[in-house]
């Protein structure tokens, strides 16, 4: 086994913005083919409906059925999904949604509205999507926390249907990720999968309710599909690979950072894990455990790889520095292993999630928590935020105008119109002035 | 001058729900010469940055300077501007700019945090952008109210930088938008429009700052850039054309409710405003209004095409049905002109604003009443809100476990990253379980 060779950088040299912005560089461009083959299952699931979803299926999943709601699972499937997994598997599960559930009530908006001394009714109506679809990968990659954390937000803020698409190959489903449907609260289940699924989903079928937004990872098929149709429905993020940044003051046990490291770097090759810390020894400490440890993980092969594409370990002057370096990466998830985390917390404006102290493992994020573990990457939580609650209500505009108040107003209405030169807009207002 | 004729559609015909998609229906397929050319422009701003901002601003704008830096506007000239102005618009500019900014301040969400019996503590920490772009369009279409519209939520959310490009063919800007912007607290302005504009905010040049999110109406070049530049930086919405669905019980003078319809109208022939009523006779009263005030309108032109084109008088049982048609449409705005639209109000699920009550014409809310004039177009309302003080402000969340939280919880995260087959997960869990 070879180790995992590390970049090294430093935040000192003269280069290192430069250095930073080679290491962050993602190719995220779009293909061409990939987008061809996307645009027509697109096409064919818009104008045919069922039967186009009943030859994909056929033709990417290698499930042939007689009529597209053969592929519904219904609630019965879900129950006997949760009575067949082990134990302990659903014992974790459900306090998993539990604390899901308990963290997401708390992002829930409610209508507001005040009258101004005019009598005029101001206000912001909070309501729910109708329906929301969710994408859940199908195949080996498995998530059942995924499933949790998109439906639980939905359920939570009042969506009346949530509606899963899981893609079946052969036939097979994952009973880990119908038992957490099935603890979610998920409506309705159908086993079809890819972009046929967020075209079904997108433009409704005969048997698949068109929904609001659709939510959820998927591969290269669905993150395009779903950028495709988004306008007809919402969607959540394009997610890019996933990434940490952990912040070392030195004193934290370097295999539990390597580990740290590691439980993102084994999500996938391009998946990326950056250790900053003031302290070289300690930078030195790390990369010998990682070397150490790596020999050790089943996903040795996909994490050697991550480490020496995209991992670095940057050395900075001191912790105020490292805040700097962070904001500048924006990270999705960020672990602030240091003695006084909620100090430092002050100077970190952009990440997705913020992990305190040397006990908070990234991985209990990803899991049971409470907080969300879909999180904006690539940079991308200098403008967005965690999948939630918010994701899935709306707000409409309330306002209300007494005729004393439509008087008093339409005056500087009407001369904002007509500075504009929109003249329909003024004489709308001006009917409404008294004489 | 010939009459617009205008499509009458009934609830109870057995072909309505086909006829009113194909009254909505609106295409906004992509034109790929258009892509293409965004493309180019966006490219050369990104690797030639000011250079290729000077040349795309003399062939575009003819607008011929030494560097970019000519291109800023300091905030004396918007001083200048505001000070120019005619002082009924300056006073109205300043009376819409206060109550804009008292409702957004309603808005604006605040971080928090709690701590469980574990002593682990979760939140959502809530901070600003640190920098938003706001396009303005330049030339015939001046509208600073949308200048007050985009900038003041901004500035509410606590964004320190707001970034204002303009468009100046042939050196030309509009005071009104200049004074708006200093009324707004626009940070800093440059005369630079179209695609370069939105490029120059996304990537950054020499002279310009690169944004965190761009937001404002443009034509065609600019909504296909800020398409492009999306997962670079944030957008706000891309418009489709302003519609405005009222709901009338025949009760309202004939003559405003026909006013109302052409604020919409004026704004372009795409445009689309929509009665519905249970009231046939009422339905034929607003026809004769229209008639009979449209030679008077100074867009008389555009809003017969308009009229023609995508108006539609739609008759209902009832004001039940009424509602179930608007949450069918999910208009940008809806204007409940009825005796008691509050009633109405809670069978209403999908808006962009509602205007309650005969007095509140839609010009009030577009202007001067408070909330936001950008709202979701094309059903879009359905899952999106208006714009608000929320799109300027991100999460992120907090997670920071206790030694025994860690204890307790590593437990059911191990299990469950060990279902996913994670296993460095499930051992960056483990390392923090106590013996």
């Known amino acids: 086994m070879t180790d995992a060779t590390i970049k090294r950088l430093s935040a000192s040299e003269s280069d290192f913005n430069s250095s930073l912005a080679r290491l962050l560089a993602w190719d995220d461009s779009v293909d061409h083919q990939v987008n061809e083959s996307v645009r027509h299952i697109l096409h064919e699931v818009k104008t045919r409906g069922d039967q186009a979803v009943l030859e994909f299926t056929e033709k990417f999943d290698r499930l042939k059925v007689g009529s597209v709601s053969n592929l519904e699972m219904d609630q019965s499937r879900l ?9 302990d598997q659903r014992v974790a599960l459900e306090k998993a949604a539990e604390r899901i559930r308990d ?14 001394e005019d009598g005029t009714v101001l206000g912001q109506k909070v309501t729910p ?11 080996k990659a498995a998530y059942p926390s995924s499933v949790l954390m998109n439906a639980i937000p939905a359920k939570v803020a009042g969506v009346s249907e949530v509606i899963m698409v899981v893609p079946a190959p052969e036939g097979v489903v994952n009973d880990l990720v119908l038992a957490s449907a099935a603890i979610a609260g998920v409506d309705r289940v159908f086993t079809v999968g890819g972009a046929q699924a967020v075209g079904a989903l997108a433009y409704g079928t005969e048997t698949i309710p068109a929904v609001d937004k659709i939510v ?15 306008g007809v429905v919402g969607i959540d993020m394009i997610a890019g690979p996933s990434e940490i940044l952990v912040i070392c003051d ?3 046990n370097p295999d539990w950072i390597a580990m740290d490291l590691f439980s993102q770097a084994e999500h996938d ?23 150490k440890l790596l020999p050790t993980m089943e996903r040795a092969d996909i994490i050697r790889t991550s480490m020496t594409d995209r991992a670095a370990l940057i050395q900075v002057a001191d912790l105020k520095e490292a805040a700097v370096v962070s904001n500048r990466i924006a990270p999705e998830h960020l672990e602030l292993s240091v ?8 100077h970190i404006r952009h990440a ?11 991985a209990l994020g990803d899991y049971c928590a409470g907080p969300n573990h879909v999180l904006p990457t690539s940079g991308t939580a200098r403008f967005s935020s965690p999948l939630g609650v918010y994701d899935f209500q709306k707000r409409s505009s309330i306002i209300g105008f007494s005729a004393e108040g439509a008087d008093r107003m339409g005056r500087v209405a009407s001369v904002l119109a007509r500075g504009e030169g929109l003249t329909a807009h003024a004489r709308s207002a001006e009917y409404r002035i008294k004489e």
Not at 129 to 139: E, Q, T
């Open 79 to 87: 129950q006997q999904a949760l009575e067949t997994i082990p134990r």
């Open 352 to 362: 997705g999630a913020i992990f305190m102290g040397r006990y908070t493992a990234e």
């Open 250 to 252: 030195g004193k934290t």
């Open 339 to 346: 003695e006084d985390p909620e100090a430092m917390l002050e």
């Open 103 to 116: 963290y997401h009530e708390r992002q829930s908006q409610k209508s507001w509205q005040y009258e101004d």
């Open 216 to 230: 959820g990872p998927g591969n290269i098929f669905v993150a395009t599909a779903k950028r495709e149709v988004f």
């Open 129 to 139: 999507l109708d329906r929301a679809g969710l994408y859940v990968p199908g195949g």
């Open 269 to 291: 090759e391009q998946a990326q894990s950056i250790l900053v810390s003031p302290d070289a020894e300690f930078l030195d400490a790390v990369e010998a455990s990682i070397n």
